[in-house]
């Protein structure tokens, strides 16, 4: 059985209509999304994933995140998955919590999350993450171990497995390179770029161009991959990876 799988950093800023009619043009069997926010005034308030799954008709799981150094109005955040597919199982884990009051961002909760789904007589896990930002994406101790938790994760997942996220890392990266010892890389090539859409700036990195590769797609071995495209759209700051596999 084929099935799509949307891979999307959301964008704490962007309105949640925006993103609902998206997902509805794309029309994934499957959706993987970091920065949902939870009670943000630029949201109305609303759990997004929720109004998303309401809205758009499909089963959901997310895990709420603190958010320690919020900006004024944010709220909370989560990760979460959206799917049209039955869900039969639910988990979680952090990979990371904060050893300094999380006041910047590569010390704040980051959490795995995976909900394993009925694709026609097979169980499908699909696990999304988003991994800490570091200044211009490099590796540093405290994100190596970050990474290591993740890995320990995917470590047990040999079969029948997707991991999606925002790695906020480069594709030579540590955790690039590692996870593609351990799983399939599933496209798009890596020279697809997915950040930035909309300007950035922190601690003195800046950046207005799509200039930066930092969302991916793996697979177990026993997932056929047959298509993976960076999504073209205005919406969010990152732009969507849509892949279709065989299971």
Same mark, same amino acid.
């Given at each position: 059985?084929?099935?799509?799988v949307?891979?999307? #950093?959301?964008?704490?800023?962007?309105?949640?209509? /925006?993103?609902?009619?998206?997902?509805k043009?794309?029309?994934p069997?499957?959706?993987?999304?970091?920065?949902?926010?939870?009670?943000?005034?630029?949201?109305?308030?609303?759990?997004?994933?929720?109004?998303?799954?309401?809205?758009l008709?499909?089963?959901? =799981?997310?895990?709420?995140?603190?958010?320690l150094?919020?900006?004024?109005?944010?709220?909370?955040?989560?990760n979460?998955?959206?799917?049209?597919?039955?869900?039969?199982?639910?988990?979680?884990?952090?990979?990371?919590?904060?050893?300094?009051?999380g006041?910047?961002?590569?010390?704040?909760?980051?959490?795995?999350?995976?909900?394993?789904?009925?694709?026609?007589?097979?169980?499908?896990?699909?696990?999304?993450?988003?991994?800490s930002?570091?200044?211009?994406?490099?590796?540093?101790?405290q994100?190596?171990?970050?990474?290591? /938790?993740?890995l320990?994760?995917?470590?047990?997942?040999?079969?029948?497995?997707?991991?999606?996220?925002?790695? #906020?890392?480069?594709?030579?990266?540590?955790?690039?390179?590692?996870?593609?010892?351990?799983?399939?890389?599933?496209?798009?090539?890596?020279?697809?770029?997915?950040?930035?859409?909309?300007? =950035?700036s922190?601690?003195?990195?800046?950046?207005?161009?799509?200039?930066?590769?930092?969302?991916?797609?793996f697979?177990?071995?026993?997932?056929k991959?047959?298509?993976?495209q960076?999504?073209?759209?205005?919406?969010?700051d990152?732009l969507?990876?849509?892949?279709?596999?065989?299971?």
């Amino acid at each position: 059985m084929d099935i799509t799988v949307l891979q999307w #950093n959301v964008w704490i800023f962007e309105k949640k209509k /925006n993103l609902a009619k998206l997902i509805k043009q794309v029309d994934p069997d499957v959706v993987c999304l970091q920065e949902l926010t939870i009670g943000s005034t630029f949201q109305d308030g609303a759990n997004v994933i929720e109004y998303l799954a309401n809205e758009l008709g499909y089963n959901q =799981f997310h895990k709420a995140i603190p958010n320690l150094a919020p900006s004024e109005g944010v709220g909370d955040l989560a990760n979460g998955i959206l799917t049209r597919l039955p869900i039969l199982s639910t988990d979680w884990k952090w990979i990371q919590e904060p050893q300094n009051g999380g006041s910047t961002y590569d010390d704040q909760y980051r959490l795995y999350v995976e909900a394993t789904i009925k694709v026609g007589e097979r169980e499908v896990t699909i696990g999304t993450v988003h991994v800490s930002y570091t200044h211009k994406f490099q590796d540093t101790a405290q994100r190596k171990s970050e990474v290591d /938790n993740l890995l320990s994760i995917v470590q047990a997942k040999t079969k029948a497995y997707m991991l999606t996220g925002d790695f #906020n890392s480069l594709p030579e990266s540590y955790l690039v390179t590692n996870l593609g010892a351990q799983l399939e890389y599933a496209g798009p090539d890596f020279g697809v770029k997915t950040w930035t859409t909309k300007p =950035f700036s922190y601690n003195g990195f800046e950046e207005t161009k799509l200039n930066w590769r930092l969302d991916y797609v793996f697979a177990s071995k026993d997932i056929k991959v047959l298509s993976s495209q960076a999504v073209e759209t205005d919406y969010s700051d990152h732009l969507p990876i849509l892949t279709k596999v065989s299971v």
